[in-house]
Structures are given as C-alpha cells and as structure tokens.
C-alpha cells in the first residue's frame, strides 16, 4: 500500500508565494514519476505540473515562470514552489506519483490567494 501526504497549502495575497511538499511512504521499491493536479470550484481538472524521475520537469502553459517543481528521491518527496501568485491559482491542489504501476494521489491541500 502506497499513502502519499501533503502540507503547504494556505491563504496568501496576490504576488506572494507558497511551497507545497508531499511525501510518500508505504511499500514500494521506487517511484517514477511525480506531480500536481489542481482543481478549482466548478472547474475542469488540470495537470499543473510533473516531474521525471530523471528531473525532467513539464508545466502548464499559465504557470510557466511561476511555479517550480523539484523532487528529493531519497526522501520520496516532490515539491511545488509557487511564486507571483495570482487569484485564478485557488484551487484544491493533489499530488500524485507514478508508483508500483499505478497513479496515487495525495489528500488534497487548498490553496487561497486573495486580491
């Protein structure tokens, strides 16, 4: 069984910044790889960002330049800083990871940027 677990999300004003993480534990060899969903009230779901075991990273065309996602093999957890934040960025955010050939997703973490 693979639990991913997220922290980061809050309440910040237009222009500043947030750093989302998520780890995961449980019983798998490796994961491959990683990233972020995000969706807001009423919205579609979108694929905000992912990252390649190899660090290949891949962005949404509106977050290109904002937002930067890393990854920490050894301690199995992918990160989302997010910088010049704008209102249309509220969303309920998911990780999830590529992992014992399946996607897992994380709990969700909401994240509130006011104007």
């Known amino acids: 069984q693979v639990q991913l677990v997220e922290s980061g999300g809050g309440l910040v004003q237009a222009g500043g910044s947030l750093r989302l993480s998520c780890t995961a534990s449980g019983s798998f060899f490796r994961i491959d790889s990683m990233g972020w969903w995000r969706q807001a009230a009423g919205k579609e779901r979108e694929l905000v960002a992912s990252i390649t075991r190899g660090e290949t990273s891949r962005y949404i065309d509106s977050v290109k330049g904002r937002f930067t996602i890393s990854r920490d093999n050894a301690k199995n957890t992918v990160y989302l800083q997010m910088d010049s934040l704008k209102p249309e960025d509220t969303a309920v955010y998911y990780c999830?990871?590529?992992?014992?050939?399946?996607?897992?997703w994380g709990q969700g973490t909401l994240v509130t940027v006011s104007s």
């Open positions: 999830f990871a590529h992992v014992n050939y399946r996607e897992v």
